[in-house]
């Protein structure tokens, strides 16, 4: 550590001397680049390329040339002129040069000196800010050293998302452009489009930062993360705030937006007077410390989470999203979608430069304005461009103040303010926050002592005095107060749409349950009328099945006995009789065991009980003797190899006389027999190989038993 501490030391000191070589420079760059690396790809070293990028100039050695002294518009030239050199050179040499000076800042360079490589020095190759002094010097080569942008190497293509190709200098930043393509509506259908999507945002904290967004062209990151301890709100003034390679300028704001953050500021101050602390000092500090370090917009202090609130609004399902309201106009806008708060600033220019059109006046600079909004530009940049149409284009009749005569920038902006106000369909600066549905007590006109604040003018002549204060007219008290119904009336509706959405989809769903519930039923019912009809299938078979055994049925052993003149009281025709029922050999056993029962008393009860056996005995299985489930695998296999028999021509007994369902029942069988023993032997098997690899044997198989022949020959039978 210590080593390494040496090395960053030589290098400062060397930096601070202004002795420090083209390559130490961009070399240590990479190296603490690469040390301090977050991102979860591997950092890609840039030294390397930009080296051999000041290699190819001819004359120049980087490893032996001193940086500082290298550094000017004349051998920026040659280097954007080398045939090495690419956007991607000039890009990288701006990342390294922010490296260097951020490394030599944090890590304590400033012991040997300040920082030399800087914009005022003009000792920085590349970067371009907001502001003129931060221009690197590859942008203050002079245009006419650069030769033809159509041939010389010291430019190249940037395709638009218009498609329109540009030629631009190889060391500007080539930042992706994200503007409206195609043709908008008028002002006067944006404005109201714009009034439609505002008004109709549900979440107060956003509706009121877009209608912010609308009047001050922030970018949507720097609206949600800006802070009360931003605010002058004595002065009107937000103070400047600088980011890498972000600017926000310093500002005075127009009256609504100035109102709008007095409004919030004072619902935060409410809260904490509503406690009633006795105490002033002890208020004093829990309003301090309620308003410090505080988003103005964001309760959450999340602006991460805010911005994507803000472009959710445009985006969302409902009828007015940016999305949904520009859907009328998809064809103009080349089917571009209009997704993303960052939309929300480039469509109030869009407003100004209709308005200006349809005014007449000139609109060459708005192409300008545009440019800088669809550039990600800052606010000062689009005022700056605002303030040249004030000079070309506008005649603003409240130029002065009690104060004295107004900074461009303000008048700027309240031209903007008004112009998207007035589209919207306000009647002048106090209607503006009502139109989109934005509550702002200190402008209403319907309190006491409210003064009218008219809108700027457009006019041919400039009028150099503010237009006096005067109380509100009748008409401008009532409409006033219409949009406020309005606004009411229009939430009411859209409660009252969305409950009938709900209701409506509420009604199809009962509709679709009712629909599968009457389909479940009748296939219920129609489900009990195949079980009825199985049913009674089943009843008609069985008393089929009765009556063949009826009609087969032997003559009882008593008639029989008869028949053949044997005396049943005597035990000895008895013994005799039973003897021979050669016809079931299987019951011989319980022949003999009847005929020893004879001869105990009383006799007649015993020759009872030989009749019933005997009748029992004699009646024979309708189709054989043997039961199917009783049948052996050989008999099984034999009727599916030679088929089976028809009924009465078999010795095992199948309760069918179809030949169809005989051979399924015989199928039936022999598959459940098979299903059995492979189950078996599969439990055998596995068995004994466990018990082999619980012994360390390694030919496992060696002690599964072999398989029934019933298995190896039903599977052949099928071919499996």
Do not use: C, W
């Amino acid at each position: 550590m210590a080593e390494d501490q040496g090395f960053i030391n030589f290098t400062f000191k060397n930096i601070a001397d202004k002795n420090i070589t083209i390559a130490d420079f961009f070399t240590y760059a990479d190296e603490y680049a690469e040390k301090t690396h977050m991102g979860k790809d591997k950092y890609n070293k840039k030294a390397p390329a930009i080296l051999k990028a000041f290699e190819s100039v001819e004359g120049l050695d980087p490893y032996a040339t001193n940086y500082y002294n290298y550094l000017t518009i004349e051998n920026a030239k040659n280097l954007m002129l080398s045939e090495k050199s690419t956007a991607t050179t000039f890009k990288n040499i701006t990342t390294l040069e922010n490296v260097v000076q951020n490394a030599y800042t944090a890590q304590g360079g400033t012991s040997f000196g300040s920082y030399p490589f800087t914009f005022i020095e003009g000792k920085r190759m590349g970067g371009a800010g907001v502001k003129a002094n931060q221009l690197g010097l590859s942008h203050l080569v002079p245009a006419s050293e650069l030769g033809n942008p159509e041939t010389s190497s010291a430019y190249a293509d940037r395709k638009l998302k218009n498609g329109n190709v540009v030629k631009i200098r190889i060391s500007e930043q080539t930042r992706g452009t994200k503007a409206i393509i195609g043709d908008l509506p008028t002002a006067s259908t944006l404005g109201q489009i714009m009034k439609k999507y505002v008004s109709n945002i549900d979440d107060v904290d956003v509706r009121e930062a877009v209608l912010f967004n609308l009047l001050i062209p922030y970018r949507p990151g720097e609206v949600a993360g800006l802070t009360y301890d931003d605010i002058n709100f004595d002065t009107g003034v937000i103070r400047e705030y600088s980011r890498p390679n972000k600017l926000r300028q310093e500002i005075k704001l127009s009256k609504v937006a100035l109102e709008l953050l007095k409004k919030r500021r004072d619902l935060v101050v409410s809260e904490i007077k509503n406690q009633k602390i006795n105490d002033p000092d002890i208020e004093k500090e829990a309003i301090d410390r309620a308003l410090s370090g505080k988003s103005v917009f964001d309760k959450e202090e999340n602006p991460t989470k805010f911005v994507a609130k803000m472009t959710k609004t445009t985006t969302n399902k409902g009828a007015n999203s940016l999305v949904s309201l520009f859907k009328p106009y998809e064809k103009d806008l080349k089917n571009q979608e209009l997704r993303g708060s960052k939309y929300i600033r480039k469509l109030s220019a869009s407003i100004l430069a209709s308005t200006l059109e349809a005014a007449k006046l000139p609109t060459g600079v708005v192409t300008k304005l545009l440019g800088h909004v669809d550039r990600d530009a800052s606010v000062g940049e689009i005022v700056e461009t605002m303030n040249k149409m004030t000079s070309t284009s506008y005649v603003v009749a409240r130029l002065k103040t009690e104060g004295g005569v107004r900074s461009t920038m303000q008048t700027a902006l309240d031209i903007l303010e008004g112009v998207v106000g007035s589209s919207a369909g306000a009647l002048n600066v106090n209607t503006i926050a009502p139109v989109f549905n934005v509550e702002i007590p200190t402008l209403d006109l319907d309190t006491e002592g409210a003064t009218v604040i008219p809108f700027p003018e457009l006019g041919e002549s400039q009028t150099p005095d503010a237009e006096p204060p005067r109380p509100p007219t009748k008409f401008e008290r009532e409409y006033s107060e219409q949009i406020v119904k309005q606004n009411i009336a229009s939430s009411r509706l859209e409660v009252a749409e969305t409950d009938f959405k709900t209701a409506e989809t509420q009604r199809k769903t009962v509709e679709a349950q009712k629909g599968l519930a009457e389909t479940q039923v009748e296939i219920a019912r129609k489900d009990a009328e195949a079980a009825s009809e199985v049913e009674q299938l089943k009843i008609d078979a069985e008393r089929k099945r009765k009556e063949v055994r009826d009609a087969n049925k032997p003559p009882p052993a008593k008639t029989l006995a008869e028949k053949y003149g044997i005396d049943v009281s005597k035990d000895e025709d008895m013994f005799t009789f039973f003897k021979n029922l050669d016809t079931k050999k299987t019951l011989t056993g319980l022949a003999v065991g009847t005929a020893s029962l004879l001869a105990k008393p009383p006799v007649v009860k015993a020759a009872e009980l030989a009749i019933d056996t005997a009748e029992f005995a004699l009646a024979p299985s309708p189709a054989g003797e043997t039961p199917l489930k009783d049948a052996s695998e050989e008999e099984l296999m034999r009727m599916m190899q030679e088929g089976v028999p028809q009924a009465g021509q078999s010795s095992t007994y199948i309760d069918s006389t179809s030949p169809q369902d005989r051979e399924e029942a015989v199928q039936d069988e022999a598959m459940s027999r098979y299903e059995e023993q492979q189950e078996s032997f599969a439990k055998m098997r596995d068995t004994k190989r466990r018990e082999a690899r619980q012994q360390g044997l390694s030919d496992q198989d060696k002690f599964v038993p072999k398989r029934s022949g019933f298995l190896d020959e039903y599977e052949a039978y099928f071919e499996f």
